[in-house]
Structure formats: C-alpha cells, structure tokens
C-alpha cells in the first residue's frame, strides 16, 4: 500500500526553530491570532510566529527571512485598526511582547530608553515613584513600538503632542539585518537626515523597531476632569473651536454624541445625559486648573452646555478615561454580534464643525449604526461603523459613507488618517492625498527594502 509523501520541510521555519526553539510557533491558534487586529479586516496568518528576546535577535530572524525573500510582519499587542499585522502575503511575525524591559530612565533630562514590547501602561508604573510620565495615550495598552511605528496619538495630544514629538531616538533592525540608531538624547540637532522621523509612522515597512527613546514628562500638581453635555452637537464641537484659538491649555477634550453616550452609559451604567458630551482634563498649577476651568466654563455657557460633572479624584478620573477608552467596546455592545469598522479623519480645527456636522447628516441619511468620538482638541474625530461584514448592501453604505468623509476632510484640507495610519484600509486615500509624493515615498521603500520583505501591502503598494 502507497504511503503519503512527506511534506517538504520549510527552511525559514527550520532556521527559525534552531534559533529559537520552543519561541518559535506554527500553532494555528497562535498564527491566526497573529494575523489579524481589532478591526473588521480579515485574518490573514503568518506562516509562523517568532517570539523575540532582544534587538540581536530581531536581527538575526530578519537576516534569515531576507536570504530567503520572506516577508517580515513585526507585531505588538495587535491593537491597531487598519490591518497592520495582516501577513497578506505569508510569512514570519515577529512578536515583541517579551521584548520589553525599561533600559533606563534619565530624571533629570526628562528622557527614557526602552524596548519596544514595552506597553505605555507598563512604563507608566514603572515611573510612578520618578514623579514622571509618559503623557501618549491611544487608548489600548498598546507597546511603544507599536505606537511609534504608527506615529499613535490619543486623549492627551491636544497638550503633549503625538508620538512624533515625543521620540527622540530609535533603534531598528533594517531589511537585511543591520542594526541602526537614529537620534539621540539631545533635544535638538542638524546633523544629517532626520531617520528618526522617517521610520515613526513606517508601520514596520522600512525596518523593525526594537528600542525607543522618548521625552517623558513632570506629573502635573494638579488635575482635574469634568463632563459637559450640550443641547447640539454644533454648540459641543465650537466650544472645543473657542477653547483652542483662545489658547486654553487643556490636557484633553473628547467629543461623543449622543449615540456613543447611550453605548458608554449602558456599557459603563453611568447616567450621563443621552447628549452630545465633552470629556475635559486639565493640567497644571493648583491655580492654573482654576483659571482654565472658569475660562472654558464660560465658553461651554454661551454654547448652552451643562454645568461641569466633575472626577477629581484619582479613582474617579482613571474610571471615566477608561469609559472613553472603552467607547468602541460601547459601541459594539449595542448591536451583539456585529463588527466594528473604526475610521478617522483629521481637519484644521477652524473646519471641525463643518466637517463633523456634514459626517452626521451622511450617518443619518445612510442608516448606519456609527457613533462619533474624538479627539477634537486637535480636530481628529472617529466614526465607529457597527457593521455586518457578510452583508455586502451593508458595506457599500458603508464604504461610500467613509469615502465622503475623508474626500470631504482632504478639501478641507485635512487628512485621511489622523492616527489609526494607512495599514491596508486605506491605500486607496494615500494618493489623493499626497499625489506625487507617493512616488516619493515609494522610492524610499525600494532603497531600504528592495525585496520588499517588510511589511509587504501596507501604506503603498510596490
């Protein structure tokens, strides 16, 4: 009787198991965990899954990928929404969840280096006696890596910037293995092409980043959190207008319309009026806080907002952050079984109530459960499809809606991502945005990866 012939064996998976032994997976569970984020996009799994323990390591993996032509997807805690970590074409990931020790933190220089399995909830404990932190926050407790290579942002950008202001050196693994630093602990410097910048937002397509240094922070003396509600979604979002152009310096201020407030309430069993909200936070000075809080006051009063609902403390702060962290589990949890098709734009704050109220009236004509949050202190808004993906009627509503969006913010002269990034979702905006720069860009990926093993169909197709 015939026997089955014996598969060939793979020879990437065979390098990578005498390198890593027992860390390196071809579990299905673990592959398929590995090839897909939080968002609608489907799974595509990577031929196997290395854990990685260090930056030489990362190196080595990439060197024996590249003598071969195999795709490299680095992965974090797998958090993103544009389908980053999809290995579209196979493939290894790279996971650097146990890549992940603070190297050292400099009290005095307001700097930190870690390693890019590092989540910011982690730093941030490990800072808590340094009187310091870490201010990004995108809402998951997404690594450090993850964040700069999709140059996150979050709640608190509005004050302290995004990830691009707040890194101020890499160390990354290149398309053939070679180890590079890019910048350094200096505040500033002109000394040759900023390669720091050029790899924060790369969405691991250029190299794999495996150490941070980053700005931290004082812990401000005084904070304070407060919810407003608002009779109209224009008197919520030209109150945020106001409080920027006069330069209040808030910490955060998030939007949520009625629709997401119904989900948060009943997710979080609060009982905040079914309105469209702000959420604010404010830094600084005992007496800082004050003047900052009586100045936006009068703002929200003269567009009809509530009086302040206020978290001071720190158990009541942590408690309504995390219900506004929370929003997109909100948000599902009002149609069961339904996926989310998280989405975003941003536009110069003077057109964020144009923009935004233009969005409401497509959600209400189209007929589409897509809530609305954002970090509007830097005119970044959100919408939330709860989608049913297996309903193709359903999807081109949806798909057409997203698209007057984000044509709409591009003649406004904003942009088709604020900060979920390009990943696969949304190729296809790059162009019309950037136009020839694309070629640019495309360039770039070429010189650096001319195999094009990194992170292959994302951002731009080559």
Known sequence: MATAEAQPKDPVVEALRALLGDRLSTAAAIRDRHGHDESYHPSHPPDAVAFAHSTEEVAEIVKICAAHGRPVIPFGTGTSLEGHVAALTGGISIDMTQVNAVLEVNPEDLDCRVQAGVTRKQLNTYLRDTGLFFPIDPGADASLGGMTATRASGTNAVRYGTMRENVLGLTVVMADGRIIKTGGRARKSAAGYDLTRLFVGSEGTLGVITEIQLRLYGIPEAISAAVCSFETLEGAVNTVIETIQIGVPVARIELLDEVQMDA???????????????????????????????????????????????????????????????????????????????????????????????????????????????????????????????????????????????????????????????????????????????????????????????????????
């Not at 929370?326 to 599902?332: E, M, S, T």
């Not at 949050?373 to 509503?397: C, Q, S, T």
């Not at 950037?434 to 994302?458: F, S, Y």
């Open 264 to 462: 948060v309430n009943r997710y979080n069993k609060f009982d905040y009026p079914v309105l469209p909200t702000l959420f604010f936070e404010f830094h600084g000075t005992t007496r800082g806080v004050a003047e900052q809080v009586e100045q936006v006051g009068e703002i929200a009063k003269d567009w009809s907002g509530s009086e302040f609902r206020w978290a001071t403390q720190l158990e009541e702060r942590t408690k309504l952050w995390q219900a506004r962290h929370d929003a997109y589990y909100a948000a599902l949890a009002l149609r069961p079984g339904a996926k989310g098709w998280a989405t975003d734009v941003c536009v110069p704050i003077s057109r964020l109530a144009e923009c935004i109220l233009a969005t409401k009236d497509d959600i209400k004509a189209s007929k589409l459960l897509a809530p609305i949050v954002g970090h509007v202190g830097d005119g970044n808004f959100h919408l939330a499809f709860i989608i049913d993906p297996d309903d193709p009627e359903e999807m081109k509503r949806a798909d057409a809606l997203n698209d007057r969006m984000v044509m709409r913010a591009l003649a406004m002269g904003g942009t088709c991502t604020g900060e979920h990034g390009i990943g696969t979702g949304k190729m296809k905006f790059l162009q019309a945005e950037h136009g020839d720069a694309v070629g640019v860009m495309r360039q770039i990926k070429v010189a650096l990866d001319p195999d094009n093993i990194m992170n292959p169909g994302k951002i731009l197709r080559v």
